[in-house]
Nanobody, 125 residues
Framework: QEQLVESVGGLVQAGASLRLSCAASGRTFSRWTMGWFRQAPGKEREFVAAISWSGGSTAYANSVKGRFTISRDFTKVTVYLQMNTLKPDDTAVYYC??????????????????WGQGTQVTVSS
């Protein structure tokens, strides 16, 4: 059974750093594009970052560019989201997701096949 499991998020102060991880299992996710999305209360789920299967291509939302870094380990089955200089606006439930290709529409939730259960990140001011 395919499964994506995010690490526990947390409560941090503005300016702090936090790293999320996503462990993929149940199929060969090593060849899949992996993404991170987030959803704040009352808002739609929004794209945060994506990484190709090789790790050679990455994409970021403008709101996190320069502060967040997506990466994957050499086995390609664990994906990380390093979040620096966190802001209260980053408060949301963060989701890991997988899609087969490095799709031009990679910032759209609709193209992702598998999703994790989500993990809460809260940034206090």
């Amino acid at each position: 059974q395919e499964q994506l499991v995010e690490s526990v998020g947390g409560l941090v102060q503005a300016g702090a750093s936090l790293r999320l991880s996503c462990a993929a299992s149940g199929r060969t996710f090593s060849r899949w594009t992996m993404g991170w999305f987030r959803q704040a209360p009352g808002k739609e789920r929004e794209f945060v970052a994506a990484i190709s299967w090789s790790g050679g291509s990455t994409a970021y939302a403008n709101s996190v560019k320069g502060r967040f870094t997506i990466s994957r380990d050499f086995t390609k089955v664990t994906v990380y989201l390093q979040m620096n200089t966190l802001k209260p606006d980053d408060t949301a439930v963060y989701y890991c997701a997988a899609t087969p290709d490095w799709n031009p529409n990679r910032n759209s939730p609709q193209i992702y096949t598998y999703w994790g259960q989500g993990t809460q990140v809260t940034v206090s001011s």
